[in-house]
């Protein structure tokens, strides 16, 4: 099987538990180490990216809506993946790319990336301008 389904898998176990109730790290053999805000768990490797978040308690949205609002205050990501505020899903790194679930037993998985041909001038355009600048 590949090592995507694998993590699918295991992040399907591990997410349909609470943690009020399981030590998921420990259930499921996943070394962790503190997160450099609030100190919440962060896994170590097998990880494309991660965020960190502060709940902003808003009680009237979370019982009215089921839903939350938080603030991103850590982030890092796997440049093998990630570079210069951009994914960068090639056959080369297949196996560190994302998959995302979508609800119940369902993720989704990037089927390759792709540039309008527009954006693709316009990088052409923006290299021949650098390059007229150092010359």
């Not at 009680?59 to 982030?75: G, L, N």
């Not at 993720?107 to 150092?134: C, E, R, Y």
């Amino acid at each position: 099987m590949h090592s995507r389904h694998c993590a699918a898998g295991l992040t399907h176990a591990v997410g349909s538990q609470s943690s009020r109730t399981v030590d998921k790290f420990a259930q499921y053999g996943l070394n962790a180490r503190s997160g450099p805000v609030p100190g919440m768990p962060l896994p170590e490797g097998g990880c494309a990216a991660w965020l960190e978040y502060r709940l902003i308690r808003e009680t009237h949205i979370e019982d009215a809506y089921d839903t939350c609002f938080s603030e991103v205050v850590a982030a890092a990501a796997d440049e093998r993946v990630f570079q210069q505020g951009h994914w960068r899903f090639r056959n080369d790194n297949l196996d560190l790319q994302t998959s995302h679930h979508v609800g119940g037993a369902s993720f989704v998985k990037p089927g390759g990336m792709f540039m309008p041909q527009s954006a693709l001038i316009s990088q052409l355009h923006d290299a021949s301008a650098a390059m007229t600048m150092v010359n």
